[in-house]
């Protein structure tokens, strides 16, 4: 297995952009447009970089299923040793469908419901990430009506702002809804112990998604870390420390989070502790290996401001309205005499807030062009919508010199899918029907 060497993903060749054999503009004329564009072997690669660098301990890398979900990916990961970090009946489903072991999941959240906790014991999770004395005290019940043992690890809070980009991605501080406080965490196992129906298998925190220095990983797990040897004496045989994922990709021109000075800096940590590695990346495995291409409809002046209409908008890629997000945006083919104008690159959606980017050095486009919104593997397709009754795009996966449909383009019957007009006679309601 390759130490995961990382390339450029999408490099351009002779003035246009390629995955592998394959030119954006081929695939963008042979699929449609808005389509989101993934390359195998550069998740591949990130997934081998990631492993590697903790080699030298006992760990799982639990895939963080919310950043991108596409089957074909999950059963790649799979395939690889990956496990899943899950949280959801419906990310449950997809990762076994996919075929990763049950025994490699982590359930997350802060809300799980009864069914969820009941389905999860079923199927054998490795563990229950626990948030609350109300969820540990559910889990304790539910596990007890099926005459089961559920394994839990507690999600301390550790009172750590993280350094994300935006306040919604940090989830280390006792303002956000995450995890327990230091002290309830050592009250939510004591009262844990001695009940036949809990396992405490581990300890967890995760403190937020981007993050591009180890430090506040180290800040972290030394909380955590610091709590095993009294949970050990009081009892507990703890198996496992998960410290989360949000291990960050360059958007722009920050620098890239080497994955090699995070695991110099926090191995020591757990080989002092004695105890299994769970991490939970998304972003890192599959951030930097999706592109979006979307083509330009209309280009327009208003007043002092270029605009340029894309085919794809917020309903594609929320990040940008969402979180204020920065995607590099680069056209496919690169025109012959480019000229630059500042522009807002803008969706077809009814909403000001719809733009993929704002007061951007662009090489101006025209109408056909297609551009290629870049690092949009994770988060992209996996918050996309139906808003505006619009369609959600095809996925395509790049495995060597073949493109694969792993997610075909939705069609208009879908958006109405489950939907029915109580009144309506029977017969009636086909397509274009009045
Ligand atoms: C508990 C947990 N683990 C892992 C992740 C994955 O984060 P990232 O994709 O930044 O690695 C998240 C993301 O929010 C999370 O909430």
């Known amino acids: 297995m390759g130490t995961g060497v990382l390339t450029v993903p999408f490099p351009r060749v002779d003035g246009e952009l390629c995955a592998g054999p394959f030119r954006l503009s081929e695939l963008a004329e042979r699929f449609g447009t808005p389509l989101y564009v993934y ?58 469908r996919a075929g990763i072991p049950t025994e490699r999941m982590l359930y997350a959240g802060v809300g799980k419901t009864e069914e969820e906790l009941r389905e999860g014991i079923e199927a054998g999770i490795y563990s229950f990430n626990v948030e609350s004395r109300g969820e540990l005290k559910r889990l304790d019940a539910v596990a007890a009506s099926m005459g089961a043992v559920a394994p839990f690890a507690i999600r301390v809070n550790p009172e750590i702002v993280s350094p994300t980009p935006h306040e919604y991605t940090r989830t280390g501080h006792a303002e956000t809804k995450f995890g327990v406080m230091v002290d309830e965490g050592f009250e939510l196992y004591a009262w844990a112990r001695g009940r036949p129906h809990l396992r405490a298998r581990g300890i967890d925190v995760h403190i937020g998604s981007q993050i591009l220095e180890p430090r506040p990983y180290f800040d972290a797990l030394s909380r955590v870390i610091a709590m095993v040897p009294r949970l050990r004496e009081e009892g507990d045989e703890l198996e496992f420390v998960d410290i989360g994922g949000g291990y960050g990709v360059p958007y722009d021109a920050e620098p890239r989070l080497v994955i090699e ?89 009814c909403e000001s807030g719809d733009f993929l980017a704002r007061a951007r050095p662009l090489e101006l486009p025209e109408p056909g062009d297609v551009l290629a919104v870049r690092t949009v593997g994770a988060y992209g397709f996996a918050m996309a919508s139906n808003y505006n009754a619009r369609r959600r795009p095809a996925e395509i996966l790049i495995e060597g010199d073949q493109a694969h449909v792993v997610r075909e383009r939705e069609t208009i019957e879908d958006l109405v899918r489950g939907e029915t007009i109580p009144w309506e006679k029977p017969g009636k309601g086909g397509r274009g029907e009045r």
């Open 261 to 349: 000075d995070l695991a110099n800096v926090i191995l020591p940590l757990v080989k002092s502790a004695g105890l299994r590695l769970v991490m939970e990346p998304g972003r890192f495995i599959v951030g930097e290996a999706g592109v979006l291409l979307t083509r330009v409809e209309y280009v327009k002046r208003l007043g002092t401001k270029w605009f340029v209409i894309v085919d794809g908008g917020m309903s594609e890629l929320i990040r940008p309205s969402h979180y204020d997000a920065y995607h590099a945006i680069e056209p496919v083919v690169m025109p012959g005499a480019p000229h630059i104008e500042v522009v807002d690159v803008v969706g077809p959606i």
């Open 39 to 96: 390359h195998l072997e550069q998740i591949e690669a990130r997934y081998h970089a990631f492993t590697h660098a903790f080699r030298e301990v006992d760990h799982l890398v639990a895939y963080s299923v919310k950043a991108n979900g596409n089957l074909a990916i999950l059963h790649r990961l799979g395939q690889l040793g990956a496990g899943a970090d899950i949280v959801s009946l419906g990310e449950l489903y997809r990762a076994r």
